[in-house]
């Protein structure tokens, strides 16, 4: 061989050679026995979570569990690692997606563990638990949860002289309007296209997501929610933004968000003050309530020793550390949230799952989203939605 | 006569070296293409034809699933008006962005590839859009183009250019264009110095303006380049995923104004956790870049190699 | 070619300095308009880097107040350092093994002949169609089986030859004429001696865009590193690392700013050093010669 392709031969080699020792180094440290996995909304989540499963660690001597963040697309990864069967043993998994990962296979029916080692599934709200059960059969347990509420922006209410945030669609509209005629706010509502806000309103006029889609309480909702846009006083937050990040840069005087906002507000936008309330009331009280379990692999290789795991993270000790840092709400009785979440708090008895347990839920999301967006610009009727909707529903 | 024995034995040696050496050459040209082929073959190829395979069936996260098989999927995906949607959005978006492109590479390339002065800045700065990984460039441009962003501040607009049904369409054809053109550029600054200098000189002594010689000689010359640029990002536009899934959140709105095959073929697979239709999908929309390709390469690829 | 070699190539006439002149304005003038244009978010990617983050969702260029925080966080709390190593250690043995495979191969679909030559280069133009999503699973249970995930291997041979790099070095190798091969061949040179002692040295423009585009590729590839490398601290590179800054909700942008900025920094190096293999005149002095 010539000496050029020497060379560059034993360049490859030796870049290849440091490449594996380096990685042979590391394997040396990793000691790992389970794996634990979720995504992270913010370094406080990160952080939090590893504070919980160090603790974990220092108080189980024959389990050691190790905490990744899997940013980016959770769920494609998860679904790699789940068709491999090599899925990390507990992890993350949203209501709004349960029903169609068991329905896969994939998740670890948890009732045997539960009866083994007597954990007192009574703790958690029922309803909240309820979104991850499947008939009495029992796939994750919920970490916490969160509804919507009504943000306002104390400094634009203040300048158009409104003394308290609106209670009622009625209040909702005219607070609106008098920000408007003030010069307050161009548009003071910001309102995503989105189902996951909509649906609360749709509760609130006595329609449901789940019995009867399109019934003219639901299309009622969909027009009060939709005239809002179309009338100007309401808008949809641009490509790329959110409502929070509205509420924040000034633009929104009346947002409704969930617990999330706060730890958002105070890093990005911690000089804005703004006051929460509770969700505005239609004919009733209506909410919905968002929540994240914490569930087992079917294909594990170390169920019991994840179970210790799971049962930690959702008892009282883990769920006490949780709740320490105010990122979501308790879900279970025993356990308080952290203070001044009354407002969220007060929605409990209103709130209805998101997403529970239909495992069509996912894809007809992506129907739900495009479809409003084709009401809000008129090349769709209300009604023209609610069967698309209600046939993605059933799966068709 | 020993001349006539000479030549008579002379051809078919000639003829049995010359069968030889094709020999030889086939078998080195086998050898030489065999690691890549052998790479193809088991990343592209073997996973392709698994998609074939599953498409035919009801397949889950775990395997096959009992359901409806044979053509179901084929049948569903071709009569889904989302596909439908979906390729009038790609068809668009590839006629409109692949010239563009190609025009505005060549272009770059053209300015910088002589003497002129802060050539290496001007390098670097058309190639620095290229460079970026598209998911900052692409968050970066949200925020610029927002209705009330520095782009819409300046020039007094207030429309939301990513996020209208109307205007989506041609807000990534130009982001895109913008962040290719320095990679298409650099393919074309490669090619043209395949040109030697003594083609330019000759036209100049002839008298050609700049504007005559470019068409008459180097555009033409350039043709290896131009199908190189028109097949890869051909398909590099049909194959359109990651601004549609950034700047529409994964929905491929609003109201399906970003779906894109390769989109709805993700959206089947990892939210739908239908495989056997996101396969069904693959394979449609391959085969008609592949008709595509062949198309292209009748007409302009097909080149008198040795 | 350019429009000033043959503007320069023309005898100087009375009454052309002022034409010429203009169209060197022009000219200038068009070129630094569009280097503006493509320079912008860079300049404002720097300023963010040094915002505080509260700040850093304003569209103003100057940062008020002025901090860099973001910077010594970069390479304090993050461990940059590590996935800097992790991703040149992948550029260095992808772009090696990618120009020794696409120009042998290329070589070969330009220049030798073999049964089945161009239907096989049909099937691998065919191969650049095939989209990462439909590929994502058999090849992720494909690794996964052999041992091949938690460490680069598996990423290293998924990513060996592209099958666009030996589309390019075909294209090139078809634009050499074919003296040099008969030079070579009259000299008694094999196969692999042509191609290594001539060919490829001929076709260092197409390796040093080659060099660049997959330097490029690979450093900022992100979708297979995540579904790979995820979970695996150790391997990430530097866009993963990047990734897991922008948390759902929360994003730290100045820190994904000035992340950026060392991120880009590598790949203008090495484009910057690899100019020189586009100078007209590099090649053409090998044909004269």
């Known amino acids: 061989m010539t000496k050029r392709l020497a060379v560059v031969l034993g360049l490859l080699v030796a870049v290849v050679a440091l490449a594996a020792t380096a990685q042979a180094g590391l394997r040396a440290h990793k000691v790992t026995n389970i794996t634990v996995a979720g995504w992270s909304s913010g370094p406080d989540e990160d952080a939090l979570v590893q504070q919980m499963v160090n603790k974990f660690n220092a108080t189980h001597s024959s389990v050691h569990a190790s905490w990744t963040v899997i940013n980016g697309d959770y769920g494609a990864a998860m679904t790699a690692r789940f068709a491999a069967r090599n899925a990390p043993d507990v992890f993350y998994v949203d209501s709004s997606v349960i029903g169609s990962w068991e329905k896969q296979g994939v998740i670890q029916p948890l009732n045997s563990f539960v009866k083994k080692s007597h954990y007192n599934t009574k703790a958690f709200y029922p309803k909240l638990l309820g979104a991850f059960k499947k008939g009495s059969t029992i796939y994750g347990f919920p970490k916490d949860w969160s509804p919507l509420a009504t943000e306002v922006n104390n400094n634009l209410f203040g300048r158009a002289g409104i003394k308290s945030a609106p209670r009622t669609w009625a209040q909702l509209r005219s607070d609106a309007k008098t920000m408007v005629q003030k010069g307050v706010s161009k548009h003071p509502i910001c309102l995503s296209a989105d189902w996951a806000r909509m649906g609360a309103f749709m509760y609130q006029n006595g329609g449901s997501l789940t019995k009867n889609l399109t019934s003219g309480a639901n299309a009622a909702a969909v027009n009060f929610y939709v005239g809002l846009l179309k009338s100007g006083l309401a808008y949809t937050p641009p490509a790329g933004s959110w409502c929070g990040q509205e509420l924040g840069q000034g633009h929104a005087a009346i947002i409704f968000e969930g617990n999330w906002l706060l730890p958002y507000m105070k890093s990005t936008y911690p000089n804005v003050h703004f006051g929460i309330r509770p969700m505005v009331k239609g004919k009733q009280n209506g909410n919905l309530a968002f929540t994240v379990s914490w569930s087992m692999a079917k294909s594990s290789s170390n169920k019991p020793a994840a179970w210790t795991l799971l049962s930690w993270l959702t008892g009282k000790q883990g769920e006490k550390l949780w709740m320490s840092k105010g990122l979501a709400l308790s879900p279970r009785s025993d356990v308080k949230s952290i203070g001044g979440r009354g407002p969220f708090l007060a929605a409990a008895p209103f709130a209805h799952g998101w997403g529970f347990g239909n495992p069509n839920f996912a894809s007809a999301y992506t129907v739900m989203g495009n479809d409003l967006n084709a009401v809000i610009s008129g090349s769709k009727t209300t009604k023209q939605m609610l069967s698309d909707v209600s046939n993605a529903l059933k799966g068709h | ?306 | 070619m350019t429009l000033q070699t043959v503007a320069a190539a023309e005898p100087a006439i009375p009454g052309r300095p002022r034409s010429q002149i203009v169209r060197r304005v022009l000219f200038y003038g068009l070129v630094i308009g569009l280097a503006l244009v493509f320079f912008i978010p860079f300049v404002y990617t720097i300023s963010t880097s040094f915002k505080t983050i509260p700040d850093s969702v304003n569209v103003t260029l100057i940062p008020h107040p002025w901090t860099t925080e973001a910077w010594h966080q970069m390479w304090t709390q993050y461990d940059f350092k590590l996935f800097f190593k992790n991703s040149f250690i992948l550029c260095a043995v992808i772009v090696t093994c990618n120009i020794f495979l696409a120009g042998l191969g290329g070589y070969a679909f330009a220049r030798l002949k073999f049964p089945g030559r161009d239907l096989l280069f049909l099937v691998v133009l065919a191969t650049i169609m095939v989209p990462d999503q439909l590929r994502l699973i058999p090849i992720y249970v494909m690794l996964t089986h052999w041992h091949l995930i938690g460490n680069f291997y598996g990423y290293i041979l998924i990513n060996l030859v592209t099958a666009t790099n030996l589309f390019f070095m075909r294209q090139y190798f078809l634009t050499i004429p074919k003296d040099f091969e008969e030079a070579a061949k009259l000299d008694g040179a094999g196969q692999f001696k042509t191609f290594w002692r001539v060919m490829l040295p001929l076709a260092l423009p197409a390796i040093g865009a080659l060099t660049i585009l997959q330097f490029q590729g690979t450093w900022n590839d992100f979708f297979w590193p995540l579904i790979l490398f995820q979970g695996q601290p150790h391997l990430y590179t530097v866009q993963l690392g990047l990734a897991n800054l922008r948390f759902t909700f929360t994003t730290l942008w100045p820190q994904i700013a000035a992340g950026s900025i060392i991120a880009i920094v590598p790949i203008l190096v090495i484009f910057l050093a690899l100019q020189r293999f586009f100078v007209s005149g590099a090649v053409t002095a090998g044909v004269k010669g």
């Open chain 2, 1 to 306: 006569m020993a001349t006539a024995g000479a030549t008579e034995a002379a051809p078919t040696r000639l003829r049995s070296s010359m069968f030889g050496a094709r020999l030889g050459e086939a078998a080195w040209g086998y050898g030489f293409a065999l690691v890549p082929f052998a790479v193809f073959g088991i990343f592209f190829i073997y996973p392709f034809i698994y998609a074939v395979y599953i498409s035919f069936f009801h397949w889950g996260i775990l395997g096959k699933q009992p359901g409806a098989s044979g053509t179901y999927n084929y049948a569903k995906v071709l009569h889904d008006p989302v596909f439908h949607t979906a390729l009038k959005n790609i068809a668009e978006y590839t006629v409109a962005v692949v010239p563009l492109e190609m025009a505005l590479g060549l272009l770059l390339a053209l300015l910088i590839n002589g003497k002129i002065r802060g050539r290496n800045f001007f390098r670097a700065g058309f190639y620095f859009p290229s460079i970026a990984s598209s998911v900052a460039i692409t968050v970066i441009i949200l925020y610029f183009f927002s209705p009330t962003g520095p782009f819409n501040t300046f020039f007094g607009f207030s429309t939301d250019w990513f996020g209208n049904a109307s205007t989506v369409g041609w807000s990534i054809v130009g982001l895109n264009a913008w962040t290719t053109s320095g990679t298409v550029m650099i393919f074309y600054l490669a090619a043209l110095q395949s040109i030697s200098n003594d083609v330019y000189e000759a036209a100049a002594l002839d008298g050609a303006s700049a504007w005559r010689t470019f068409w008459k000689i180097t555009f033409p010359l350039l043709r290896p380049a131009h199908f190189f640029c028109l097949v890869v990002f051909g398909i590099g536009a049909l194959k359109l995923f990651d601004q549609s899934f950034i700047v529409s959140g994964g929905t491929g709105g609003p109201n399906y104004a970003t779906t894109t095959p390769i989109l709805y073929i993700y959206q089947q697979a990892f939210k739908t956790f239908d495989f056997g239709v996101a396969s069904a999908a693959g394979v449609v929309f391959l085969g008609i870049i592949l008709v595509l390709t062949v198309a292209q390469w009748f007409t302009i690829g097909r080149q008198e190699a040795s």
